[in-house]
């Protein structure tokens, strides 16, 4: 049963880019409230979070950094977190939620399916959450959706499959500054190199998560997953970004390519491409078998748009759902939230 007396009430944990994006899209939502704010950034703790998130009124709630004060005094049905991409950081974050008997859903790209890389994180979380009767999702466009769930109901039309590739093809130009540099744009070759030695560019984190989630729902068991290290996309002619220009010669962005293997045989291939001189981007599932299946997004989807719209869209069928640590392929098919989000909490009790 949910505890939903009136409003869906949320917490937001993180109030970066995604977290603030993700505080609006609720703005918008009937049915919804957000009923407090935890970040670490000494640029908004103590605002309230209409100033932090721009819109022209306050909203009542105060951006605090003593998240265990605020979790042990505020009723709430969820919290959605978005901080960083590794759960060994935001392990103690989430956990602290599920203690206090919160529901959580987060943007960490590890949290996806962590059962492979991180078991026993995962299964302490798993019990974590058991235990405090509450449910814990990992989501957003990828991992969350394009590399993993979307492959993964497409395979429900084949009666075998021998291999599936995804490919996610991102024009990078027009995207928010601190994504463009993350991939290295306007960086010499060399530049990219430190910077892929010292971590300082990761490539695309859930490439590991996306390949051991659709295995897992294959029932393969993989021998290996191999991860490449991101390589450079080098910029033939100039190229004028949002951010930067990027001289012929330089980086205009990067490719991450993810392997999934079987006895040496390559099952499972993603890769993930994102640069500035993309001219059509697209996402793409290709899945050989019976029958074979090639299915394309042309324009690719908006990764932050997407991102948003998925955590927003999953929070009633998270309340809803059986506690636990949880993925994707455990949830109710996605769907849009349109209406008052309470409509969707009442078809989806049990
Ligand atoms: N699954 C997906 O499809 C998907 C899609 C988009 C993004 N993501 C992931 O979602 C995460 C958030 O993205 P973003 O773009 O919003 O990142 P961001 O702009 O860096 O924002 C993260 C925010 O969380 C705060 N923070 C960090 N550690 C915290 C802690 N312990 N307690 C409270 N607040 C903390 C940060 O404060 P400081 O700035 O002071 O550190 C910052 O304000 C990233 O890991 C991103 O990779 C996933």
């Known amino acids: 049963m949910s505890k939903v007396s009136n409003r869906v009430k949320i917490i937001m944990y993180g109030l970066g880019y995604m977290g603030k994006e993700i505080a609006k899209l609720l703005l918008k939502k009937k049915g919804v409230e957000i009923v407090g704010a935890i970040d670490i950034s000494k640029d908004i703790v103590g605002k309230d979070l209409g100033e932090v998130l721009g819109v022209k009124k306050d909203l ?31 392990f103690s974050q989430i956990s602290e939620c599920v203690m206090e008997g919160f529901n959580v859903i987060s943007t960490c790209e590890e949290l996806s399916y962590p059962f492979k890389k991180h078991p026993e994180l995962a299964n302490k979380l798993d019990r974590l959450a058991k235990e405090n009767g509450v449910t814990v999702l990992g989501t957003g466009i990828n991992p969350g959706f394009l590399m993993d769930t979307l492959p993964i109901v497409l395979t429900g039309l084949c009666q075998d499959v021998k291999k599936v590739k995804v490919t996610r093809m991102m024009y990078s130009g027009n995207r928010r500054i601190p994504f463009q540099k993350k991939i290295g744009t306007g ?26 989630h659709i295995a897992a729902a294959l029932g393969w068991e993989l021998e290996k997953i191999v991860e490449e290290p991101p390589e450079p996309i080098i910029a033939e002619k100039e190229l004028k970004t949002s951010y930067t220009t990027v001289k012929r010669g330089q980086v205009a ?38 029958p074979s299946i090639h299915e394309k997004i042309i324009g690719g989807v908006h990764g932050d748009l997407g991102t948003v719209a ?41």
Do not use: C
């Open 60 to 90: 009542g709630v105060t951006v605090t950094d003593d998240s265990k004060s605020l979790l042990s005094k505020v009723e709430s049905d969820i919290v959605a977190h978005a901080t960083t991409s590794y759960l060994t950081q935001t």
């Open 187 to 212: 960086l010499s070759p060399n530049e990219f190199k430190q910077k892929i030695e010292k971590k300082e560019i990761t490539g695309h984190v859930g490439l590991n998560e996306s390949i051991a």
């Open 310 to 350: 998925m955590v927003v869209n999953m929070i009633p069928k998270v309340i809803n759902a059986r506690p636990g640590l949880l993925t994707m392929r455990d949830m109710p098919l996605p769907s849009a939230v349109l209406e008052d989000m309470r409509i969707y909490l009442e078809w989806e009790t049990p």
């Open 253 to 290: 962005g990067l490719k991450s390519v993810g392997r999934g293997l079987i006895q040496g045989r390559e099952v499972i291939t993603l890769e993930f491409i994102s640069h500035a001189s993309v001219e059509e981007p697209y996402d793409e599932v290709i899945i050989e078998g019976t």
